[in-house]
């Protein structure tokens, strides 16, 4: 759309959708084509979306980059595409999980690996188990947490399952058996199968964790297979060339000043530290968290940081946002958020060339009553620090993994049980920033 029409809205949501960025004709298999499908990931956009603004965004051999790479899908159809794909997480399970997305491995050694695991567990679980066992209980990190949300005997198996994987001498096939370990955790947990929310079901069907860890493990080595035979053998031999990820803060992206060429990111919605408890499975075995309110505190604009006082967010709704929300817990984790991407926006300028583009995925919601316009505030934050609006692309949410509503009151996601509570995010906008 033609930017001058957009200035005549009152609010984007004016702004008439376009259907051709929805993919909704896309099924859950083509949305998880190769590695995209190892892992269930929160609030990941699909990677059509990230291929699309790739292509028409940049050229072959490009700099692409995501601060806030989550599952890795940026960074994956950055290489696909033959560009450099740099991403950055503050999670370590997303940085984990886009090493290995990432990492090309000769099948022959997935499998051989993956035969040498499945005799040894099968053995281990069914002959010397209790030496086994204690031999686990050496290793899996003391954490009260595990023992919460995992029945004794489930804790048993998969700590035999954990302590084979780690004594894997290659770090890129461990880490690739790592990651199908870590898909399997909730449903070997009690945690309720079918919700986001960190609920408890005292009553859930019983799993066999090496049935489940094999059964994933054959998965991934077939999508593996497929991304292999997809990638240029040129990027596959100078892998570490063509992808740099990093478990770090979105504020400190490892790339020299004025040189890349595109930005695609979604960046974590406001109170994104909801998202750390559901990463908290994994975490909590690979031994990333000890105490989840810390955890929390690395999250873009988490309430549990310390107040900063007064702020400057280069965006007069931003404030009145703020100042709607009132001097609170809601109204400080707000701005922490705003402060933060601002930041963070300051960072991909640095990044970028002149004429670089950002294409950041963001929808809006309300939080507490109050409209929380993300989109709109981004916009006027980017062309106060230099950068100029080339788009706006408003598109329908067919599918996102996340929970649907959020309780008017409290802001927090919730069962979509009352027929009063609204869906939370059911379009979101792309903005195409062009830096001056």
């Not at 204690?134 to 048993?156: S, T």
């Not at 994987?165 to 399997?184: H, S, T, V």
């Amino acid at each position: 759309m033609n930017y001058t029409k957009i200035l005549e809205q009152t609010t984007f949501s004016e702004i008439p959708i376009d259907y051709t960025w929805s993919f909704s004709h896309k099924t859950i298999k083509d949305t998880a084509y190769i590695t995209h499908g190892y892992y269930t990931y929160p609030a990941k956009f699909i990677p059509q979306l990230a291929a699309r603004l790739i292509q028409e965004n940049s050229k072959e051999g490009d700099i692409v980059i995501d601060p806030f790479m989550g599952s890795g899908t940026t960074v994956v159809e950055s290489i696909v595409h033959n560009r450099i794909g740099i991403g950055t997480d503050i999670n370590e399970i997303a940085y984990l999980l886009s090493k290995v997305k990432t990492t090309p491995i000769k099948i022959s050694d997935l499998l051989q690996e993956f035969s040498n695991l499945n005799f040894d567990l099968q053995s281990r679980l069914n002959g010397q188990y209790d030496y086994f066992l204690k031999k686990a209980e050496q290793i899996l990190p003391k954490n009260e947490r595990i023992d919460y949300w995992f029945l004794p005997q489930q804790k048993e198996k998969l700590s035999i399952i954990f302590t084979r994987i780690l004594e894997i001498k290659n770090n890129d096939i461990r880490d690739f058996f790592l990651i199908a370990f870590a898909q399997i955790l909730k449903s070997c947990s009690i945690w309720l199968q079918k919700s986001v929310k960190p609920t408890r079901d005292l009553h859930k069907k019983i799993y066999d964790p090496l049935t489940l860890f094999l059964k994933q493990s054959k998965k991934m080595i077939k999508k593996h297979s497929e991304f292999d035979r997809l990638l240029n053998q040129n990027i596959k031999d100078n892998i570490d060339k063509f992808r740099i990820v990093k478990c770090d803060d979105s504020r400190n992206v490892p790339c020299e000043n004025n040189t890349a060429t595109l930005i695609v990111t979604s960046p974590p919605y406001v109170t994104s530290y909801e998202y750390a408890d559901l990463h908290q499975l994994p975490s909590m075995w690979f031994g990333y968290l000890s105490e989840l309110s810390e955890f929390r505190k690395k999250f873009i604009g988490s309430a549990y940081k310390e107040d900063r006082g007064k702020i400057d967010l280069k965006s007069s709704l931003a404030e009145k946002i703020v100042l709607q929300l009132g001097e609170n817990k809601k109204g400080r984790e707000v701005k922490n958020y705003f402060a933060d991407m601002l930041e963070t926006f300051l960072e991909m300028k640095r990044v970028l060339k002149k004429g670089g583009r950002a294409c950041i995925v963001i929808g809006n919601t309300e939080f507490c009553g109050v409209q929380i316009l993300n989109a709109e505030v981004f916009q006027e934050q980017l062309e106060n620090i230099g950068f100029e609006t080339h788009d706006i692309i408003h598109r329908e949410i067919p599918s996102k993994m996340l929970p649907s509503t959020r309780d008017t009151n409290t802001g927090q996601f919730v069962k979509a049980t009352d027929k009063n509570l609204k869906l939370a995010y059911p379009t979101e906008y792309i903005l195409i920033m062009e830096k001056l």
